[in-house]
C-alpha cells in the first residue's frame, strides 16, 4: 500500500516516513501544501496523512481541494493537541479521522490499517479466500492454516490482490500502489512475484488463485470475506 505524509516538519515527517516503512507501506512525503495537492493528485495513493499546519496551502484547503475534484483517497488529518476545532473543521472538510500530535506510532498504524480496510470494504484485519488467509495488523499468512514465508514485496501484492478481488488490475496500477516515488516503475519484477506467490499459494496448481490476462494484468480470482 501506498502513501503520502504531508507535514513541513522534516524531524516529524522522516519518522513517521520510517515507522511506516517498518510496516511494509510505501511512503512520499510532502513539506508543504502545494506539493502535498500535487502529489495526492498526480498519484494513486491508498491514504493521506496530512497536517493542518502548512505553509504554501494550509491542510484544511488541501483537503478540501482534494474532496472537490471527487478524489476519494482516506485521509487522517494531524492536529495540534486539545485543539478540537481543527478536530471538527478537519473531519468537516473531509478528511476521515483525525491524530492529534504528539500521538503513539501503534495508534498510527492502527488507524492506518483500519481506515485502508474500511475504503476497501473489508473492515476486519484477518481476510480470508479459500485456503488462504491473511492478517494486515500482524502482516501474516497462511494456507491450509499453515503459515507461509512471504517476503516484504511478496506480502504487498497479495495484500492489494486480497484488497481487490476479481477486479482486474494492471502492472502499472499494482507497481504504483506496492513502490513508493523514487522506484523505477519501468521493472518487470511484478511478473517475478506473482510467479512466487502463485508457487507458495498454490502449490498443487488447484486453486489458481491470481489469473493473467494477457495484455490486461492480472485478477485474484478467489472470493473474499
Known amino acids: 500500500m501506498r502513501l503520502l505524509v504531508v507535514e513541513d516538519e522534516n524531524l516529524l515527517a522522516q ?129 491450509n492454516e499453515d503459515e507461509i514465508s512471504l517476503t516484504a514485496y511478496e506480502y504487498k501484492v497479495l495484500e492489494y490482490f486480497m484488497m481487490n478481488p476479481n477486479k482486474v488490475i494492471s502492472k502499472t496500477e499494482l507497481t504504483e500502489h506496492i513502490y513508493d516515488q523514487d522506484f523505477d516503475l519501468d521493472s518487470n519484477v511484478i511478473e517475478v512475484f506473482v510467479l512466487r506467490l502463485r508457487k507458495k499459494l498454490d502449490p498443487d496448481g488447484e486453486n489458481k488463485p491470481i489469473e493473467t490476462l494477457r495484455g490486461r494484468g492480472y485478477r485474484f480470482t478467489l472470493n473474499v470475506a
Not at 22 to 42: P, Y
Not at 119 to 133: D, K, N, R, V, Y
Open 15 to 143: 519518522q513517521i516516513k520510517e515507522q511506516l516503512q517498518q510496516q511494509q507501506f510505501s511512503v512520499d512525503v510532502a513539506m508543504d501544501g502545494d506539493d502535498g495537492w500535487f502529489k495526492l493528485s498526480e498519484y494513486p495513493y491508498d491514504l493521506a496523512i496530512i497536517d493542518i499546519g502548512l505553509p504554501k496551502m494550509d491542510g484544511l484547503t488541501l483537503i478540501r481541494k482534494a474532496r472537490q475534484k471527487a478524489l476519494k483517497t482516506p485521509i487522517i488529518v494531524l492536529t495540534a493537541r486539545g485543539s478540537w476545532q481543527e478536530k471538527v473543521e478537519g473531519l468537516d472538510a473531509g478528511a476521515d479521522d483525525y491524530l492529534t500530535k504528539p500521538f503513539h506510532t501503534e495508534e498510527l498504524l492502527a488507524r492506518c490499517n483500519a481506515l485502508i480496510r474500511r475504503a476497501a470494504g473489508q473492515p476486519e484485519p484477518t481476510l480470508s479466500a479459500g485456503p488462504i488467509a491473511l492478517n494486515s495488523r500482524t502482516q501474516q499468512v497462511w494456507l
